[in-house]
C-alpha cells in the first residue's frame, strides 16, 4: 500500500529555514501531484502548496510565496519543501499528500497522506 513519510520539521527562530522531505513509496510517484498541507491544532487543514506531476507550474498559497519553494524528484520519489524567512506564523503541522488532481488545493482531492512532522517558529 501506499505510504508518505515526511521529514525535516523542527523548531528555528524567525527568519530561519527548513527543508522538509517527504518519501513516497508504494504508488507509481511520477503520475501523482504532491502537494504540501499545515495544520494548528484547532484549526483546519490548510493547503500550502503543489506540484505537478511533471514538476512544472508549482502553485502556492499568497502567504508563503517568495519564501517557501516546492520541488520533487521523480527518481528518488521525494518531494521537497525548502522554507526561508520562517514567521511564528508559520508554526504547524506539515502534512504532505498525494493525487491524481490538478491542480487539487482541497484535501478531500489527494489520496494518501502523510503522518505530519511538526514546524515550530519562535519569535
Known amino acids: 500500500q501506499a505510504q508518505l513519510v515526511e521529514s525535516g520539521g523542527g523548531s528555528v527562530q524567525a527568519g530561519g529555514s527548513l527543508r522538509l522531505s517527504c518519501v513516497a513509496s508504494g504508488l507509481r510517484f511520477s503520475s501523482y501531484s504532491m502537494a504540501w498541507f499545515r495544520q494548528v491544532a484547532g484549526k483546519e487543514r490548510e493547503f500550502v502548496t503543489a506540484?505537478?506531476?511533471?514538476?512544472?507550474?508549482?502553485h502556492y498559497i499568497d502567504s508563503v510565496k517568495g519564501r517557501f519553494t516546492i520541488s520533487r524528484d521523480n527518481a528518488e520519489n521525494t518531494v521537497y519543501l525548502q522554507m526561508n524567512s520562517l514567521k511564528p506564523e508559520d508554526t504547524a503541522t506539515y502534512y504532505c499528500a498525494a493525487g491524481l488532481s490538478w491542480i487539487a488545493m482541497t484535501d478531500r482531492q489527494y489520496d494518501y497522506w502523510g503522518q505530519g512532522t511538526q514546524v515550530t517558529v519562535s519569535s
Open positions: 506540484i505537478r506531476w511533471d514538476g512544472k507550474t508549482p
